[in-house]
């Protein structure tokens, strides 16, 4: 036996120097030996327990994650909250305790904020690790035992049935008509059947029947087989590798905050250092220049922004939230805002991921099937509108009843899941759709023989006991429609007689149904002579070739119910949707047309894209709206090369292929129902209900987010620039500084929360998704933008200087004129917040009472300002005194004047930020 190295790691099987063979090459009994196992024992329980402390347990390594104390302290990791942190470092050394206390208090709510959210994530992870853990059935020294999956070893001999999770890669050694959906592992929507049989080298992944992968599922059948490998060392294992070495991207909010936080930081770290410069020029005190120095940066920094991104993101989690998406990382509210391309699977995502039969074609008539998914709701409809009548159809009834009885697909519980092939399920609802009822269908025909569908047969056929005729049984066969035209030599008419097969006309008519993307399986049946026994009549039937052809089933997986919608809804708003599927170029076409998809874009396959390189291949991918039949890596290509080409790229996903394009992506968006936990650990986001139509949904809700976000950021940047530059132009001219660094925290903070939270809020506005998309390259201060600030900024600037000064002329103290230019700035934000609830709309057209909050936030404020302006003890905090009504109308009117003029901006520049 090839033995690892001691030195393995967990859950991996090392290599020796020489090139094994892979197992799907070589004989079940082979496979055995170099695993050292026995095909009727297994391994013993002595040699599994070395085996498992050699090559650790069957899991796969959990990525490297901080423990709390990092991720605590990452919430200070920012430029703004360095230079925040700075000054109350600055300010506790010069002995006022009270402005550092209340700097220190700032930063700590935004950090708890940020670090309880991240806990919560990584809570949520874990739960979904521990529900993910199975069971599996393995032979130890000759005997069944059940094992948790994480403790199998290579060389361990599992047993799988129908509805077994396979928990590890495993080689067949035994097979009685098995079937696995391997569409979790490939993509592919339709169960594989399964053999022994040795296969070439070169059989792709795919292809390789003889082996069962961690992470698929059984559908029907049994089967006994060998693990070859566990942990890091499976296709599951191997595509986890992808998923770490996909570097995830900053998405475009973080990005635009990161270089806005750049350019702020540096512009107050020189206005600051100017302003002390110019101090000391003036031969102005080293200490007093020294706390204007420091009062700037306080006044410039706006300290409510890192917390208000963060509990505005966490509103729009809520909301998305329940609208069915669940937010995993809270930028990528944001980004789903910015997406510019979706790529999206197919199996699950746009379809209900549920066959359904759509036409019954006879040798007569063509059938039409209604309705949709597992529930018996619709009818059979034909070609003149009117319900088929079974009565009036033998060909019809007989099909319904081969599909019915030739089946081996159960519902469990209210239907909402089938065991056994999902082909199979969509015959069992034709029926009951039809009125035959398939559970009467089998208790009229019992079974008494048959004979399972086999790769190399192409059909299943079944013996049934007639209640109508005790000498005769009845074979019902279904298959693919090119094998049974060559067994059956006859074809049903609607009158029920039989005339000789058209199997020309039956196979041009299969061609044209699978051209439209449908599956199609052909049924038939015959009657013979209850003499033998049935295995032997049975037998004899189908090799005599004299079935009689009764029509075929086309099905296929249906598209959503909203997916039509929410794909038009994407277009309209400049989002190009691209499916990418491991399904057939010709099926994942046809559902694209269906949805609205393809009507302007090729279809690529796997094949096509590895024969284009650089330039030829980047420019394939922006034509294309179809991707069939792809592998991991290049669904991985497909995303870098449409981010190299300036997109936002949004992939959705449920399966392990998915997991290393879900990382790279701005967003990846998980299936919470069909999604694997490799797909949910590697997502931004997670669609409860496995919708496309409720990423729209969020896509929407993302595009308000970040309207909300900018419009905090128009409203508070004119409040800090004009704070810091009436500071500067005090020491410039040599002024009495208007406000001290704690009357300007009251306003940043006090502002922040009573007022600019309450643009969180906001309803969405009319139209948001017939806009086109964010230039992920746009700038977050754009020019419109820096102009709406510096004239806010100035106004505030001149209003503020001229108020002081005139209060301070008329006698009133210092404290009585800085309480005036304080209250002054509130009130011009205050009003200026009414402006900010919409970039373009006037204030009348946006509703004075569509957003509550906003009210509430007033007059929390004006409160606020009342107790700051009368209340003896924030007098004694905040260095303030009470003011007389005359102040008061001054600061009202000068308020007043800067409202008028920002609306009157507005109207004449038509801004869009």
């Not at 699977?345 to 007569?364: A, C, F, H, S, Y």
């Not at 949910?680 to 139509?693: G, N, Q, R, Y």
């Amino acid at each position: 036996m090839d033995r690892p190295r001691k030195d393995a790691g967990p859950g991996t099987v090392a290599r020796a120097d020489a090139p094994r063979p892979a197992p799907h090459e070589l004989a079940p009994h082979e496979v055995v030996l170099i695993h050292g196992s026995d095909l009727d024992r297994g391994l013993d329980e002595h040699e599994a327990r070395d085996r498992l402390e050699r090559y650790g347990p069957n899991v796969l390594p959990r990525a490297d994650t901080a423990g709390w104390p990092v991720r605590w302290l990452r919430q200070f990791h920012h430029p703004l909250i360095y230079i925040l942190l700075a000054s109350a470092a600055i300010t506790l050394l010069l002995g006022d305790l009270v402005d550092s206390a209340v700097i220190l208090a700032v930063l700590l709510v935004n950090a708890v904020v940020g670090f309880v959210q991240e806990s919560r994530a990584e809570a949520a992870l874990d739960e979904l690790r521990a529900m993910a853990r199975t069971r599996a059935r393995v032979v130890r020294g000759g005997r069944v035992a059940e094992v948790p999956s994480e403790e199998l070893v290579p060389g361990d001999l599992v047993l799988l049935e129908a509805g077994d999770k396979v928990p590890a890669d495993l080689r067949l050694v035994r097979v009685a008509e098995l079937c696995a959906d391997e569409s979790a592992l490939t993509g592919e929507s339709v169960p594989v059947a399964k053999d022994e049989v040795v296969l070439p080298q070169a059989t792709p992944v795919t292809d390789r029947r003889n082996m069962v992968y961690s992470g698929t599922v059984i559908t029907s059948g049994t089967a006994t087989g060998i693990v070859v490998a566990t942990g890091a060392e499976t296709e599951l294992g191997r595509i986890h590798r992808f998923v770490t070495e996909a570097e995830p991207l900053a998405t475009p909010l973080t990005r635009k905050i990161a270089r806005f936080s750049a350019i702020l930081t540096a512009a107050i770290l020189a206005l600051s250092a100017l302003t002390f410069a110019v101090g000391m020029v003036r031969g102005e005190p080293v200490k007093e220049t020294f706390i204007a120095a420091v009062a700037l940066a306080v006044a410039a920094i706006p300290e409510g922004l890192p917390a208000v991104v963060t509990i505005t993101l966490a509103i729009g989690v809520s909301r998305m939230a329940a609208r069915r998406a669940v937010i995993r990382r809270l930028p990528a509210v944001e980004t789903l805002g910015s997406t510019t391309v979706i790529c999206t699977d197919k199996t699950g995502t746009l379809t209900e991921n549920r066959m359904t039969v759509r036409v019954i074609r006879t040798p007569d008539r063509t059938v039409t099937v209604t309705g949709a998914g597992y529930a018996p709701v619709g009818e059979l409809v034909d070609e003149d509108g009117r319900r088929a009548d079974l009565g009036e159809d033998a060909a019809l009834r007989w099909s319904l009843l081969a599909g019915a009885c030739c089946n081996d697909a159960a519902f469990l519980g209210d239907r909402a899941s089938v065991a056994g092939d999902p082909t199979e399920a969509a015959m069992l609802v034709a029926a009951d759709k039809a009125g035959l009822g398939h559970e009467h269908a089998r208790a009229r025909f019992p079974r008494i023989a048959e004979q399972p569908f086999r790769p190399e047969r192409r059909y299943m056929a079944t013996l049934h006991e007639t209640p109508d005729r005790p000498g005769e049984w009845i074979v019902f066969v279904k298959g693919a429609t090119e094998r049974l035209v060559r067994m059956c030599a006859w074809e049903m008419t609607a009158g029920g007689e039989c005339r000789p097969l058209d199997a020309g006309a039956a196979l041009r008519s299969a061609e044209e149904l699978a051209g439209q993307g449908l599956r199609v399986l052909a049924t038939a049946m015959c009657r013979v002579p209850a003499t033998a026994g049935p295995e032997e009549s049975l037998d004899a039937a189908l090799r005599a070739g004299t079935l009689v052809f009764t029509g075929m089933q086309a099905m296929l997986d249906p598209p959503r119910p909203g997916a039509v919608r929410a794909v038009r809804a994407c277009r309209d708003a400049g989002i190009s949707v691209k499916m990418i599927t491991g399904d057939h170029a010709t099926t994942a076409a046809a559902v694209a047309r269906r949805i609205g998809i393809l009507p302007g874009g090729d279809v690529l396959t796997g094949e096509d894209l590895a024969r284009l390189t650089g330039p030829e291949f980047s420019a394939a991918v922006e034509r294309a709206a179809v991707f069939a039949r792809v592998s991991p890596e290049q669904k991985l290509r497909l995303v870098v090369a449409l981010q190299e080409r300036r997109h936002v790229v949004a992939m959705t996903g449920d399966g392990v292929n998915d997991a290393p394009a879900l990382r790279r992506a701005d967003i990846g968006i998980a299936m919470g129902r069909s999604g694997t936990e490799v797909a949910k650990d590697a997502a931004d986001m997670v669609l409860t209900d496995d919708d496309f139509a409720s990423i729209e949904a969020a896509a929407e809700e993302g595009r308000g987010v970040f309207d909300n976000l900018t419009k905090f950021i128009v409203w508070t940047l004119p409040t800090n620039a004009g704070q810091g530059l009436v500071i500067l132009v005090a020491i410039l001219f040599g002024l009495t500084l208007p406000m001290l660094p704690l009357q300007v925290l009251w306003i940043n903070m006090i502002t922040a929360v009573t007022l600019g939270l309450t643009l969180a809020f906001e309803p969405k506005e009319p139209g948001i998704m017939r806009r086109p998309p964010r230039d992920p390259g746009r700038p977050l201060l754009t020019g419109a933008l820096v102009v709406r600030i510096l004239l806010v900024a100035g106004l505030m600037i001149a209003g503020a200087l001229w108020l002081f000064e005139w209060e301070l002329r008329r006698g009133a103290g210092l404290a009585e004129a800085r309480t005036a230019a304080v209250n002054l700035f509130v009130m011009v934000e205050l009003c200026y917040l009414f402006n900010c609830r919409s970039l373009t709309l006037p204030v009348w057209r946006v509703g004075l009472f569509s957003n509550g909050w906003s009210l509430a936030g007033v007059a929390a404020q004006i409160l606020a300002q009342l107790a700051l302006t009368y209340l003896p003890v924030m007098n004694r905090l905040f260095h303030t005194a009470p003011i007389g009504l005359d102040a008061w109308l001054r600061v009202l009117a000068l308020a007043g004047a800067a409202t008028l003029i920002v609306a009157v901006d507005k109207r004449l520049r038509g801004m869009h930020l």
